[in-house]
């Protein structure tokens, strides 16, 4: 069962928030940001961990930066975080190898359970190459 928020006020801010975040990431969001939003406080969280993460000059290159964020998602079991940051890794120069190379680290340090939720991003990758 979903629980959704309906005061309309709260509906309002989530919408601005989601708008914010969606300008933010470059014109799009995840269905998971729109569920964090059903609670202004905790998508205006999000937001504000995204803005400190990512503002101003960033010293470690993008490709890099994603291919972090995918490793984080396999430690923490969390599947959007991977196959999110897997693309964003290559849409930012990451070769199908490096991918592959970071997955064998997760599994070298995690496990071969850390590793199973990236299992569909070769043929994704594959797909749009």
Same mark, same amino acid.
């Given at each position: 069962?979903?629980?959704?928020?309906?005061?309309? +006020? $709260? =509906?309002?801010?989530?919408?601005? %928030? /989601?708008?914010?975040?969606? !300008?933010?990431?470059?014109?799009?969001v995840?269905?998971?940001? +729109? $569920? =964090?939003?059903?609670?202004?406080? %905790? /998508?205006?969280?999000?937001? !504000?961990?995204?803005?400190?993460?990512?503002?101003?000059?960033n010293?470690?290159?993008?490709?890099?930066?994603? %291919?972090?964020?995918?490793?984080?998602?396999?430690?923490?079991?969390?599947?959007?975080?991977?196959?999110?940051?897997?693309?964003?890794?290559?849409?930012?120069?990451?070769?199908?190898?490096?991918?592959?190379?970071?997955?064998?680290?997760?599994?070298?340090?995690?496990?071969?359970?850390?590793?199973?939720?990236?299992?569909?991003i070769?043929?994704?990758?594959?797909?749009?190459?």
């Open positions: 069962m979903a629980i959704r928020e309906t005061d309309e +006020k $709260r =509906l309002e801010q989530s919408r601005e %928030l /989601i708008e914010e975040l969606k !300008e933010l990431r470059g014109g799009n995840l269905s998971f940001h +729109k $569920r =964090l939003a059903n609670d202004p406080q %905790l /998508i205006h969280a999000f937001i !504000e961990q995204y803005r400190n993460c990512n503002k101003g000059e010293v470690i290159p993008r490709k890099y930066r994603e %291919l972090m964020i995918m490793l984080l998602g396999c430690a923490t079991g969390v599947e959007t975080t991977i196959k999110t940051h897997a693309k964003l890794a290559c849409e930012n120069g990451a070769s199908l190898e490096e991918v592959a190379e970071a997955l064998r680290l997760a599994f070298f340090i995690c496990g071969v359970q850390a590793i199973i939720p990236a299992a569909t070769f043929d994704e990758i594959e797909e749009k190459e």
